[in-house]
Structures are given as structure tokens and as C-alpha cells.
């Protein structure tokens, strides 16, 4: 099925700047502190904190990622709405950090705002919300 309007091409971001000393197994701390333009540092220490039941380091860590995120997004031309493909490796911080993001807000009791995390998920990953949300129920 085709979008009669023209829906925006897909964002596709580049490497992420932690990426290698994270896969090379380095503390996410040290690798936020180093690079602190690196989102999947801090969704991995949103992550992290959110599973030892920090909520409010996970909820901290997790805004951080998504807003680094969205501003590489602008760099990298999207408007706001379109595609973000999950199985483009480096747009997958972003769309964990919407997840941590909504998780670390529910658990404050912020309804409203995990809804909107999730659906902007959805919106912009169907694949991503499959994976991430879906099987959470």
C-alpha cells in the first residue's frame, strides 16, 4: 500500500558516537561522560537503572537519550514525523529511549506521558513497538 501524501523518507542516523567502546564492553558512565553526545550511552544507563528499580536516575537517563536523539534527528533532516527504521542499527537508541522513557513515566504514575512515548513509537517504528512493547503485554 502506498501513502498518497507523501510520506517523508525514512531517517536513517549515522554510527552513534559510544557505540564501539560500548560494544567493546566500557562502563556506559564512562562512556556518557566521554561522549556525551552518545544517546544509546544514555538509554543504556536508563536501561540499567531502570532494572535495579532507580527510577529516578532511569527516568533522568532516559530523557537525556531521547533528547540527544532528537537532535541528531533534526541534523539528520526529519521534520518531526516519518520513518525511523529499526533495523537501522543506529536509529534503534532513539527508539529504546521512547520505551525507557515510558516505562521510567509510568512508574511515576505519569499515564499520559507513557502513552505519548509509546505512541510516537509506534508512529515511527512499528517494528521497534513489536519488539520493545508488544511483548511486554
Do not use: Q
Request: charged share 25%; glycine share 8%; aromatic share 8%.
Amino acid at each position: 500500500m502506498t501513502n498518497l501524501f507523501g510520506e517523508p523518507p525514512a531517517t536513517l542516523l549515522p554510527e552513534d558516537p559510544g557505540a564501539a567502546s560500548l560494544a567493546e564492553g566500557d562502563d556506559p558512565k564512562n562512556v556518557a561522560a566521554t561522549h556525551p553526545d552518545s544517546a544509546l550511552a544514555w538509554v543504556t544507563l536508563a536501561e540499567l537503572a531502570l532494572a535495579d528499580g532507580l527510577d529516578l536516575e532511569g527516568y533522568a537517563f532516559a530523557r537525556t537519550g531521547y533528547h540527544r536523539s532528537l537532535d541528531l534527528l533534526r541534523r539528520n533532516g526529519w521534520k518531526g514525523h516519518g520513518p525511523l527504521p529499526w533495523n537501522h542499527e543506529p536509529n534503534r537508541a532513539f527508539l529504546r529511549s521512547l520505551v525507557a522513557l515510558a516505562d521510567a513515566s509510568e512508574r511515576f504514575g505519569d499515564d499520559g506521558e507513557a502513552h505519548r512515548c509509546r505512541e510516537f513509537l509506534h508512529e515511527s517504528s512499528p517494528e521497534a513497538y513489536a519488539e520493545l512493547v508488544s511483548p511486554k503485554g
